[in-house]
Structure formats: C-alpha cells, structure tokens
C-alpha cells in the first residue's frame, strides 16, 4: 500500500525496485510532487501517459541526480546549458537541450529536444542516485487539474493507479520548474516556474524573454490548466471589495485568496492570506484544493506584484482563471 507518513531512506530501495521492474513511484520534489516512471522503459512511460489522461504528444520532464548525467542525453552541451545547470541544479529550473539517441521518443512527444532537471529534495535526489537511470516523471495529477504539493494530494488524484508515493512533506516552492529552451537562436522561457526570469538573465548576461516556439510544447502552456472545480477570478485589491460583494449577492460562495496586506472582505466565506510571494507559491495549489473541499463556488485572487517568483504565480492563476474548453 502506498504510504501517507514522511518517508526516509528506507523506502527508496522499493522505490527503485518498482521502478527497475516498470512501476510508477511519486515522489517529493521541491516544485511539486512528480509521478516517476524509468525514462528508458517504452511501457512505464506509456502508462505515466495512460495514469495521467494526457496527451502522448505532451513531452515529460527527465529528472537526473547529477548535471553530469546531463551528457547522457543530449548530443552536444552549450555554454548556457552548462552555465545554467551549474548555477541552478539541484533547482527548480528545466533544461530544454538537444535529444539525445538514447532518450525514448515517447519522452518528448516526438520532438527532437529532451526536457531535464535535477530537483533539489533529499528524497528526490536519493532516489535518483540509488535508481542510476534518468527518470521521466510529470506532476503527479490527472491533465489540466491543480499540481499536487502533498502525498495526500497524490493519492486523492491518482490513488491506486500508482505503485509507491515517497510521501517527503509539503514542497517547498509549490510551483513548477522554469522551463528554459535553450535549442534556438537566444533561450526563450517556455513555461514561468520557480526560477525568475530576472536570475536567468543575470546568470547569462542577456536578458532572456518569454515565449513558444510552437503549440504543443508546454501543456502548462495551454490557456487552460491548472484549474480547480471553483471558477477562478483574478482581481486587483481595490476592486475586490466590489467584486466579492457582487457575488455572494448572487448567491455564491466566495473564496478569497490575496496577500497579508489586503483586507478580506466580510462577504467571503473563506480565506487565505500569505505573508509574501514565495508563501504566495507554496500556498496556491494546496488552497485551490481546499477551498473545492469546502464547497466554494468562486476564488476570487489578488495577485502578488508581477516580477521575480510572482511572475509564475500571476500565470498559473491566469491559466486556473482562463475559460475551460472541456466545460463549454
Ligand atoms: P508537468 O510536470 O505536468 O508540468 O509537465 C512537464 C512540462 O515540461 C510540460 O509543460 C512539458 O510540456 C514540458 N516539457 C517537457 N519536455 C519538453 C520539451 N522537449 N520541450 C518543451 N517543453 C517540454
Ligand atoms: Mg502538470
């Protein structure tokens, strides 16, 4: 059975037993709770797919141990490449490179580049250095919900269909990776995470922007992603008196999530205040889940300011926030 207690290292040996003998194990990361699969294993990476419900053609992140590994899996290492792994691994920033032979297909959607990290957990790390493989894990919860940053949040979503879940706390950045291509002419950041884009364009002394090469390429990308049950609203502070006011009058029950600075409006019928940004990240997903739990209707979200961490914020509430295809 898959454990809800705080693991230690003795439970990375089955860890890497199921995952030598084609098993899912999740596990802590810093950004949020992967679902692991042996990258080199053409069956355990289509059933990460089957578990997950998500497109084939959406690629999954390889997590490595070591930035050495890195030379495994990509043909040719370029100085940015190398300046960035070293300057952030073990982080939360992914690496788009160039794919490698030995990198299954299925991995990257049939694309010719390979996404890697190496994520800063004990666990994590643990696990990834006694397996030895690279291992390809996306977050561990069905397509386009909330990201887990719990165990329990694993095994709300995904249950029985996974082997193991590595059960290492609460992650502390709660956010996902940056996601850096560096495959063109100037690296474009692909999906907003837990690395700014200031610290990325300070470590290469360019300023990197943020963009898509093409569609299919991050489904954190989508406009749709990340989404609770509630509807999502984001709203500046000074108009979120109104704005709740307006609702609860319309009957419906109101969650308010905003920074400590801005006063909750009586009408709401829960709450949650962070105290600053990086709070704002480690607390957002976990509140979205809470506030489906208790019933809300609505989360209206007063963002933190635009830069640094509060970038990545303001885009995945933008994306819980943004019109739902499936539910149209
Ligand atoms: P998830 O952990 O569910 O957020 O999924 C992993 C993220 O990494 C997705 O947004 C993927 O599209 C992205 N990703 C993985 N491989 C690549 C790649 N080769 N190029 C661009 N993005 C990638
Ligand atoms: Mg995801």
Redesign the pocket.
């Known amino acids: 059975m898959p454990s809800l207690s705080p693991d230690g290292p003795d439970r990375i040996g089955e860890a890497v037993r199921l995952l030598a003998s084609g098993g899912l194990v999740a596990f802590p990361t810093e950004t949020v709770y992967g679902l692991g699969a042996a990258a080199d294993d053409p069956a355990a990476v289509a059933r990460v797919f089957r578990v997950k419900g998500r497109p084939t053609a959406?690629?999954?992140?390889v997590h490595i141990a070591k930035a050495a590994a890195l030379t495994a899996l990509t043909p040719e290492l370029s100085e940015a490449a190398e300046r960035l792994a070293e300057k952030f691994w073990p982080g939360p920033l992914?690496l788009?490179v160039p794919r490698g032979a030995a990198v299954l297909p299925s991995v990257?959607g049939g694309?010719d580049?390979?996404?890697v990290r190496v994520p800063d957990h004990p666990l994590a790390l643990a696990l990834l250095g006694a397996f030895g493989r690279p291992v390809a894990a996306?977050?561990a919860n069905r397509f386009g919900g909330v990201s887990p940053t719990t165990a329990e949040h694993v095994q709300r979503d995904l249950g029985r269909a996974v082997d193991l879940v590595l059960d290492g706390g609460a992650c502390t950045v709660g956010l996902?990776s940056t996601?850096v291509?560096l495959t063109g002419a100037a690296p474009l950041v692909?999906?907003p995470g837990g690395v700014p884009l200031e610290a990325l364009s300070d470590a290469l002394g360019e300023t990197v922007h943020e963009g898509a090469r093409d569609e299919l390429?991050?489904?954190?990308?989508l406009p749709s992603h990340y989404a609770p049950e509630a509807r999502v609203l984001v709203c500046e502070a000074n108009a979120l008196d109104s704005r709740v006011a307006e609702l609860a009058k319309l009957g419906a029950r109101v969650a308010v999530l905003a920074p400590a600075e801005v006063p909750v409006p009586g009408a709401a019928r829960a709450s949650l205040v962070v105290a600053d940004p990086s709070a704002y990240a480690r607390a957002l997903y976990a509140a979205l889940r809470d506030f489906d739990a208790q019933g809300m209707d609505v989360v209206v979200a007063v963002p933190p300011p635009a830069s640094g961490l509060g970038h990545a914020i303001l885009d995945r509430l933008s994306r819980a926030a943004a019109p739902r295809p499936e539910s149209d």
């Open positions: 959406h690629p999954l992140i992914t788009v990257t694309q580049t390979v996404a996306p977050s996902e996601i291509d692909l999906r390429r991050a489904p954190g990308g």
